[in-house]
């Protein structure tokens, strides 16, 4: 293989994404980017931020946005800039965290209902069907107003909600590929249950994981925000975007509209890319969807 | 099924805390808060809780409200429920129309950048989130221009007389022409702002179908014999990609009622879902238990009535 420069190599992975190649590489790309960015902005929040964002009086109280302060100050002189970084520290640890879990539990349930069978799936997908019923946000509500305020609270909701999605889907496929005759013929050599689930069965599921996951994000990012927006999410320490959006609503009538829309502006946009990326890896990832 | 989920929002909801503390504030003396547990009926075991909560629920009792009078909760829901349903007819037909719209005009420009905009519009609108849209039209149409009011459902002292609870038909009936001017012009930012949170879903969905359609031989013949491309494409393909986007509107009930939920609280609107927000803050617990239980059910027998309707929208199924 020729050596590749850099330059070379960023010219190609571009050439990859362009509208050309179908507009789906451009939405996964966009998306990969928005994502990137806000990572970005997660990480070096400390480093990034010009201002402490807990920090009252670091300018008047409602100032717009100016070159010493690019968003503006909210009601307490708090700069938004700063809140927006370490918003997104805030958004994407309990998303990424919940993510992590529900689709841990959710494959783990999924694997092993499907797989036993009887009376524990039967059980199983009752409870899960009838969780799935109920729409994500009402559910949020309900087990946020039962656990309280706080990260691990909030992120212990968002995760039971999306559970039975991972669950479900999972099941489906374990059940299909249960009548496969290479699980038969593992069965047959004396491959032990737990073989056949993590060595034969998982990885055939997991290449449905991934579009799944992003799209999941999105929704997590919106119900979040939502439990935020609805006062049942963070305590008031914790800088966070649904609490900003909401605290903009009471100033909406004297024009001071700064506080409000950055905030929400930043939900829309990582939500943007978490759905994009999912959107363009689903039609890439299915072909025959794409070529429509 | 519905028993299940029943006892799921009972138990999320006993367990989510004190709704005494909450009545009552932090320093209330004991004996106090002993004789209102005793009340409410907090003190006996949980599987009798149960028990009675179910068996009420069987005759159609959902409980009072453990605040304010302890009125029943059936009625306080039925108070609240004209609003959201009057919220969602006009948005859900908003979202349908301007939905189907959107799809059918990219389907037929595939792959052309008109079509690519109106995908991207369809992935939009599934990112928004509801709050900040409506205080970007709440800012624009309400504060900077003035033209139209940012919260609640008529003015006060214009409301019309009650008959129906939705606002714009009770005016129509009593002829009261100023309240109903005046209750359009509350639900123009509300519907619009729900109404696109759901449309980009039938965007979507049309998009494929009419893709779909548009290649089968009966387009074809259709076009062969001479009829204007209108009629072919409204009266021919679309009738026929209609199923699944009726399907689609019996599942966009769940994401109705949340979006209505967001919504209500965005523009004050005084439905269930502010309702539901309401009550949850003040851990008004048969409240909320009733209303969740009531919106599941909800929920179930609009998915019921869906199912009868594709019969006669499409004679091959048969149950």
């Known amino acids: ?12 992975t571009l050439r990859k994404f362009s509208p050309r190649n179908g507009v789906e590489y451009t939405f996964a790309f966009t998306g990969f980017i928005i994502i990137a960015v806000f990572i ?92 799935y019923a109920l729409p994500g946000l009402i559910l949020a509500i309900a087990l946020a107003v039962m656990l309280g305020q706080g990260i691990i609270p909030v992120t212990v ?50 290449p449905s994981l991934p579009i799944v996951l992003s799209l999941n994000a999105a929704d ?34 004297s024009k001071i509209w700064w506080t409000g829309t950055f905030p929400g502006l930043m939900i829309v946009l990582l939500t943007l890319g978490f759905s994009l990326f999912g959107e363009g890896l689903t039609e890439i990832l299915n072909p025959r969807l794409a070529r429509r | 099924m519905l028993l299940i989920l029943l006892s799921v929002v009972f138990l999320i909801m006993r367990v989510a805390g004190d709704p005494v503390s909450a009545i009552l504030g932090g320093h209330a003396p004991p004996g106090e808060i002993e004789r209102l547990r005793e009340q409410l009926g907090l003190n006996k075991p949980l599987y009798v809780q149960y028990l009675d909560y179910v068996i009420g629920l069987l005759h159609l009792d959902f409980g009072r409200s453990m605040i304010w009078g302890e009125r029943p909760v059936l009625e306080e829901i039925f108070e609240h429920f004209p609003a959201t349903l009057e919220l969602s007819v ?54 900077y221009l003035g033209w139209l009011p940012i919260g609640a459902r008529a003015d006060p002292l214009m ?56 290649q089968k031989d009966f387009i074809r013949a259709a076009r062969a014999r001479g009829l204007p491309e209108r009629t072919v494409v409204y009266k ?9 986007i009726l399907t689609m509107m019996g599942l966009q009930f769940a994401m109705l009622l949340v979006g209505a939920v967001l919504t209500e609280t965005t523009f004050s609107w005084p439905g269930m879902g502010y309702f539901l927000y309401e009550r949850i803050s003040l851990r008004d617990f048969t409240t909320v238990q009733g209303t969740i239980v009531f919106l599941a059910v909800l929920i179930v027998l609009v998915s019921l009535v869906v199912d009868i309707i594709y019969v006669y929208i499409d004679p091959r199924i048969r149950y």
């Open chain 2, 90 to 143: 006009y948005a859900f037909t908003f979202s349908v129309l301007f939905g189907i719209f959107t799809g059918v005009f990219s389907a037929k420009r595939q792959n052309k950048p008109a079509d690519h905009l109106t995908r991207l519009y369809g992935i939009i609108t599934y990112s928004i989130f509801i709050p900040w849209l409506g205080l970007i039209l709440q800012l624009i149409f309400g504060v």
């Open chain 1, 220 to 253: 997590a990012v919106l119900t979040l925000a939502a439990l935020s927006f609805l006062g049942l999410g963070l305590p008031a320490d914790i800088p966070d975007w649904g609490v900003d959006l909401r605290m903009g609503y009471g100033e909406l009538t």
């Open chain 1, 1 to 12: 293989m020729a050596k590749l420069s850099f330059p070379r190599f960023v010219a190609s």
């Open chain 2, 159 to 214: 409301a019309p007389q009650t008959l129906t609870g939705l606002y714009t038909i009770d005016s129509i009936i009593t002829l009261n022409i100023p309240s109903l001017i005046n209750s359009i012009k509350h639900l123009i930012l509300p519907t619009i702002t729900l109404g696109i949170y759901l449309s980009g879903i039938f965007t979507r969905l049309t998009r494929t179908h009419m893709i779909e359609v548009m």
């Open chain 1, 40 to 131: 970005f902005m997660a990480l070096f929040a400390s480093i990034i931020a010009p201002y402490d964002p807990n920090k009252i009086g670091v300018g008047e109280l409602y100032e717009s946005p100016n070159f010493k302060f690019l968003m503006g100050t909210d009601g307490f002189g708090r700069d938004i800039l700063s809140r927006i970084f370490y918003g997104s520290r805030t958004v994407l640890l309990i998303t990424l965290l919940s993510m992590a879990l529900s689709s841990l539990c959710g494959v783990l349930l999924g694997l092993l209902s499907g797989y036993v069978g009887g009376k524990f799936d039967t059980v199983l997908s009752l409870v899960m069907d009838s969780l």
């Open chain 1, 157 to 206: 909701s968002l995760t039971v909600v999306y559970i039975p999605i991972y669950f479900r889907m999972i099941r489906g496929e374990v059940l299909s590929l249960k009548e496969n005759l290479f699980i038969e013929a593992a069965r047959a050599i004396g491959a032990k249950d737990k073989t056949i689930i993590f060595k034969y069965i998982f990885p055939n599921v997991i």
């Open chain 2, 236 to 244: 021919h393909a679309l009738k026929n990609a209609f199923i699944p």
